[in-house]
C-alpha cells in the first residue's frame, strides 16, 4: 500500500498535510478518505477499488490515503474502531462513511453519493412541468427554449381550439426547423383523416402546380413518420410527379 498509485486522483496525506489536503480541498473537490495500515488485509482489498472508483470520475472527486500507524492525529479525529474506514469529505465536512471491505459497485455508488446533483434551471423544470401556464411562464423567461416552444405548440395542437392551431405554427417560427418541429407543425396545418393513403393518391395528380397540394402531401408524410414502410414508397411517387 506504501507509494503513490497510478492514479492522478490519488495522494498520501499526514497529519501535518492533513488540513490542507483533506479539510480544505474538500471546499473545492469531495474528498474520499481511505484510513488504512499496512497490516490490514482488507484494505489491500478495498484501495485498488477506491483508485479505480475515484479515477473514473476525472477529477470531480479525489482520493486521499492515511496510514494511521504513521499519522495517528488524524485518525484520532475521524474517531475510527476498526478499518478499513473510508469518509466522504465534503465543504470541510464528513458527509458520508462506511466501514469494511466494499464490492465495487457499493464503493462507485458511495462517490458518486459525493457529487453534487446537477441543478436544474427554472425553465427545465417549468419545462418538465408541462401545463400550459407552466409552459408559457418558461417561454416569458426564455423566449426561444426549443423544448418548452415544441411542447407548448403540441399542447395548443392537440387541444386544437379556435386559433390554437395557427398559433401553433406562430409559436414553431421561433425556433429552428427539426423532425420534431416539422411533425407538430404538420399535425397543425392537417385535420385528420380517415386514409391518408387514399388522401396521398388524390393528391398525387395537383402536387406539380398546386403549392397547397403540394405542402399537404408532404404533410401527410409527416404523420406517417419515417419508420412508416409506406413514407418511402409514397416519396418515390411524390418525385416522379415533380420530375
Known amino acids: 500500500m506504501a507509494g503513490r498509485a497510478p ?12 488540513q490542507t489536503e483533506v479539510i480544505d480541498r474538500s471546499r473545492q473537490v469531495p474528498v474520499v478518505v481511505d484510513l488504512w495500515a499496512e497490516w490490514c488485509g482488507p484494505c489491500k482489498s478495498l484501495g485498488p477499488i477506491l483508485e479505480k472508483v475515484v ?4 477529477g470531480r472527486v479525489v482520493l486521499a490515503k ?9 485518525a484520532q479525529a475521524f474517531q475510527v474502531q476498526s478499518i478499513p474506514a473510508v469518509f466522504g469529505m465534503v465543504d470541510g465536512q464528513v458527509a458520508a462513511s462506511f466501514v469494511g471491505a466494499q464490492g465495487e459497485d457499493a464503493v462507485r455508488a458511495f462517490v458518486e453519493g459525493l457529487l453534487p446533483g446537477e441543478e436544474v434551471s427554472e425553465v427545465e423544470r417549468l419545462v ?19 423544448s418548452a416552444v415544441t411542447a407548448l405548440a403540441l399542447l395548443l395542437v392537440e387541444r386544437a381550439g379556435d386559433g390554437d392551431r395557427d398559433a401553433a405554427l406562430n409559436l414553431l417560427e421561433r425556433i429552428p426547423e427539426s423532425p420534431e418541429t416539422r411533425r ?26 398546386d403549392d397547397a397540394s403540394r405542402q399537404r402531401f408532404l404533410d401527410l408524410l409527416e404523420l406517417l413518420g419515417p419508420e412508416d414502410a409506406r413514407t418511402a414508397e409514397w416519396r418515390r411517387r411524390l418525385t416522379s410527379a415533380l420530375f
Open 7 to 18: 492514479y492522478p486522483d490519488r495522494m498520501d496525506v499526514t497529519d501535518a498535510t492533513f
Open 55 to 58: 479515477a473514473a470520475t476525472n
Open 66 to 74: 492515511l496510514d494511521i500507524d504513521s499519522n495517528p492525529g488524524a
Open 128 to 146: 418538465a412541468l408541462g401545463d400550459e401556464a407552466s409552459l408559457i411562464a418558461a417561454l416569458e423567461l426564455e423566449n426561444d427554449d426549443v
Open 184 to 209: 407538430v407543425a404538420a399535425m397543425a396545418r392537417t385535420e385528420p383523416v380517415e386514409d391518408i393513403d387514399a388522401s396521398l393518391a388524390d393528391l398525387l395528380g395537383s402536387v406539380k402546380g
